[in-house]
């Protein structure tokens, strides 16, 4: 399992993006009539009610939101841009087509995707979770990250909290934030102690912190897991035991990962005793 922190790479991001789509694809009343008049009654509004136009962009972006889980960027974009036009006052459909730029590796059409989201829906807390790690942070634009991230965790009864910490955390890891990173981390942990991706980013943290025993806890918990360890995982098990000086744990976390991954590059370095690396 790769972990946003401690290696930057692509399956981590489409791990948390996929997370984001979930939660910004959900369909939202944006069409409720106004209140009522004391003397007059009216009927709520149902998916009947809905102008045709605003029924085709969301069945083109329920296509497009399959395409991009299938990793079919350009099939999305299609889809997505079509969404637009039938429909271009949807916040989801701009957010998504943020995050297919994003995947498409075009940052400046992706902000501008993003940006448009929330002059729709400006309470939108799953675009601002997208613009500030998928855009500012990996701009290394942390302290607008970080405020970004912030507006998106003071939106009441945001239901994604605990993945909004998640990468607010390792944001803040990345600008060298260590000791708040440790704190942020560990606010998500305490909302969602399932998340192994959680789990495993506040060990490396607390590893880094020189706080061995408590990020002991946390990688021990994921390596507890075979079906969610990793050669990511064991070595940083291995790392931590080798700081505390317990050489059992070292090599009983090296021989899991020469079996379990002998041509990892993890397995590499604990062969040459590289555990400083």
């Keep these: ?45 149902t998916a009947s009610d809905e102008p045709d136009a605003v029924k085709r962009g969301r069945a083109r972006m329920d296509l497009a939101a399959a395409y991009f889980g299938r990793g079919q960027m350009t099939t999305a974009l299609d889809q997505i841009k079509q969404s637009i036009a039938a429909d271009p ?17 075009d940052p400046v059409l992706a902000e501008e995707s993003f940006r448009r989201a929330l002059q729709i829906d400006p309470r939108d807390a799953d675009t601002m979770q997208n613009l500030a790690w998928l855009i500012l942070c990996q701009q290394k634009r942390y302290a607008e990250a970080d405020a ?3 507006r998106a965790l003071a939106v009441p009864n945001y239901p994604n909290a605990p993945r909004t910490l998640l990468t607010q955390g390792v944001c803040r890891a990345f600008a060298g934030r260590l000791s708040d990173a440790a704190v942020t981390l560990g606010r998500s942990y305490e909302l969602e102690p399932a998340n192994p991706g959680t789990a495993v980013n506040l060990s490396e943290v607390l590893y880094r912190l020189g706080e061995y025993e408590r990020a002991r806890f946390y990688i021990r918990r994921v390596n507890s897991q075979p079906d969610v360890s990793s050669a990511q995982t064991l070595w940083l098990a291995a790392r931590i035991e080798h700081r505390l000086g317990n ?29 400083d690396e």
């Design 1 to 45: 399992m790769k972990t946003p922190f401690a290696r930057r790479s692509a399956s981590a991001c489409c791990a948390l993006i996929l997370v984001g789509l979930m939660s910004a694809c959900a369909t939202r009343d944006k069409t409720a009539p106004p209140a009522p008049a004391p003397t007059e009654m009216r009927d709520r509004m």
């Design 89 to 105: 006052t949807s916040s989801e459909a701009f957010n998504l087509r943020g995050m297919i730029y994003s995947n498409l590796n």
């Design 148 to 150: 970004m991230f912030e």
């Design 247 to 275: 050489r059992q744990g070292v090599e009983e976390f090296g021989t899991q990962l020469r079996n379990r991954f002998p041509d990892s590059r993890e397995a590499s370095s604990y062969q040459r005793g590289a555990f």
